[in-house]
């Protein structure tokens, strides 16, 4: 499927991985999974292979550590 990647899912492909027929379902369901996707004017989502199998939601992402500040209770 690495081919794929850049395709975009289809219309069978969504119905199968999201599990639901409704576009506003089928939005939904991406969005809790932490994949991108675009809302098109008819309210059907638009992704790609890519998206799917690199959700956002299992990227590394940047946290905000502490600064690194002395340790003075070690003194």
């Known amino acids: 499927m690495s081919e ?3 395709k975009l899912l289809t219309r069978a492909e969504l ?3 999201t599990g639901f027929v ?3 379902k089928q939005c939904e369901c991406l969005r809790e ?3 991108f996707f675009i809302e098109r004017k008819d309210g059907r989502p ?3 292979w ?3 199998e ?3 939601s299992s990227r590394n992402i940047i946290q905000n550590l502490p600064e690194d500040q002395p ?3 070690a003194i």
């Open 50 to 52: 890519a998206h799917v």
């Open 4 to 6: 794929d990647i850049g």
């Open 33 to 35: 999974n932490g994949i």
């Open 71 to 73: 340790n003075y209770g």
């Open 54 to 56: 690199h959700p956002l």
């Open 15 to 17: 119905e199968e991985i």
């Open 46 to 48: 638009s992704t790609t």
């Open 22 to 24: 409704q576009p506003k």
